[in-house]
């Protein structure tokens, strides 16, 4: 019984763990997207890093909730009306990380009015796997 209720409560902690690990992934990103707008060149160029850490580590074998979370995130984030310093960035770490499902989000941006966002958006959906190469066709 001792045991029990030692393994109970040790599942308990990683349970609220993993799900309080969200959150602060959200508030993180929201953070991170701000300071990417902002005009302190340092403040930017701070929050690209920042956010790039979390894209890589995303990235890594072993972080799959967290890539999908990372890229749910940022498709989210470029629905809405965006500085092109932020889109940039946001597409340079989706182009990384998408398996495909935001190529037609992407695609999008291909025709945006800043030439940094939309060369960005085309080595994005250059970067984003083929999905007959994955099947083996």
């Known amino acids: 019984m001792k045991h029990t209720l030692t393994i109970f409560c040790v599942a ?3 349970c609220g763990t993993l799900l309080a690990q969200d ?3 959200t508030n993180q990103f929201n953070e991170q997207l701000t300071a990417m707008q902002s005009d302190d060149a340092n403040r930017v160029k701070n929050a ?3 956010w790039q850490k979390i894209c890589f580590q995303a990235g890594a074998p ?3 909730g967290m890539k999908a979370e990372v890229t749910k995130l940022m498709a989210s984030a470029l629905e809405q009306d965006l ?4 889109k940039f960035w946001l597409l340079r770490q989706l182009g990384r990380l998408d ?8 695609g999008k941006f291909v025709g945006d009015k800043e030439r940094t ?7 994005a959906l250059a970067h984003i796997p083929n999905a007959r190469s994955r099947q083996g066709s």
Request: glycine share 12%; hydrophobic share 40%; proline share 3%.
């Open 12 to 14: 308990m902690f990683l």
């Open 23 to 25: 959150a602060p992934l």
């Open 48 to 50: 690209q890093q920042d």
């Open 62 to 64: 072993g972080y799959d």
């Open 83 to 86: 500085k092109g310093t932020a």
């Open 99 to 106: 398996n495909g499902d935001n190529a037609a989000l992407i």
């Open 117 to 123: 966002v939309r060369d960005e958006a085309i080595g």
